[in-house]
């Protein structure tokens, strides 16, 4: 451990890993890879209120796209990925980079290649309401102050130390 991360474990926030290239939240103001898919939400080019929940799975690569009340994007259909999906993917790929996302999707990728031709799934329907409360949840600890005292509502991760 260097001397910049000493005492890194006793906080309650962890360091954000900086993204692999710089990129600008206002198109995809959320991205993660977790529950096995790539997911996050993605802003609509219309309508400034309206935001879609996009998502694709490991391995099946199956795809789904709606807004975060659940009524269907009418981009997407069959194994056609709408817009929405397109940016999420080129955002994940800026937030993480291609050798991470195409792991995590289970997908055989190189540098230079288009995940975008990769990933060969169909449409499939997944929980958008799930992946929009944690946008939202990420949106209340961006409020947050900078603080080393713990945050009650995190007290239940243990301390790396603690864990043998």
């Known amino acids: 451990m260097s001397s910049g991360d000493a ?31 790539l997911q996050g939400v993605v ?16 391995e099946t690569h199956n795809f789904s796209c709606s807004t975060n009340n659940n009524r269907p994007c009418g981009g997407a259909g069959g194994s056609y990925r709408c817009k929405h999906l397109k940016a999420l993917i080129d955002e994940a ?10 792991r995590y999707l289970k997908v055989e990728a190189s540098e230079g290649d288009d995940l975008h031709f990769l990933l060969q ?26 603080t080393p005292e713990p945050l009650p509502e995190m007290h239940w991760y243990p301390a790396l130390k603690a864990v043998r």
């Open 7 to 37: 005492g890194w474990e006793e906080r309650s926030a962890v360091r954000v890993v900086p993204p692999v290239q710089p990129r600008k939240l206002a198109k995809v103001p959320f991205v993660e890879l977790a529950e096995g898919r």
């Open 43 to 58: 802003s609509s080019g219309s309508d400034i209120a309206r935001v879609y929940v996009s998502s694709i799975a490991a």
């Open 93 to 102: 790929v800026k937030q993480y980079g291609l050798e991470r996302v195409a």
């Open 121 to 146: 799934g169909t449409q499939e329907k997944a929980p958008a309401a799930m992946v929009f409360s944690r946008f939202l949840r990420h949106l209340t600890y961006l409020e947050v102050p900078a």
